[in-house]
């Protein structure tokens, strides 16, 4: 069985940071690529970063420079850590993996950004 819980989230001032940490259990962890998705109030899901077994990464355009998705096989664990955060990135953020259709999800952790 599949597991994926998130944490880390928390509110921040503008230019401020946050580490989110996602620790994945069962099988997932052999999935080849694992994500991060996030979802404003109102507004469609989107992929922020995801990174592939042999650590490439990709990033969205609105958080490249800004964010850095990394893992750690020995912890079973994938992290996002936002620099810089802005109004704008507040959102639930969610850990995804099951690439390409991702069909595992966490429960989603809570950053928000005050000006």
């Known amino acids: 069985q599949v597991h994926l819980e998130e944490s880390g989230g928390g509110s921040v001032q503008a230019g401020g940071s946050l580490r989110l940490s996602c620790a994945a259990s069962?099988?997932?962890?052999?999935?080849?690529?694992l994500g991060w998705y996030r979802q404003a109030p109102g507004l469609q899901r989107e992929l922020v970063a995801t990174i592939s077994s042999d650590g490439t990464t990709t990033y969205s355009d609105s958080v490249k420079g800004r964010f850095t998705i990394s893992r750690d096989d020995a912890k079973n664990t994938v992290y996002l850590q936002m620099n810089k955060l802005k109004p704008e990135d507040t959102a639930i953020y969610y850990c995804?993996?099951?690439?390409?259709?991702?069909?595992?999800w966490g429960q989603g952790t809570q950053v928000t950004v005050s000006a």
């Open positions: 995804a993996g099951g690439y390409p259709n991702w069909k595992y």
């Open positions: 069962g099988t997932i962890w052999n999935t080849n690529v």
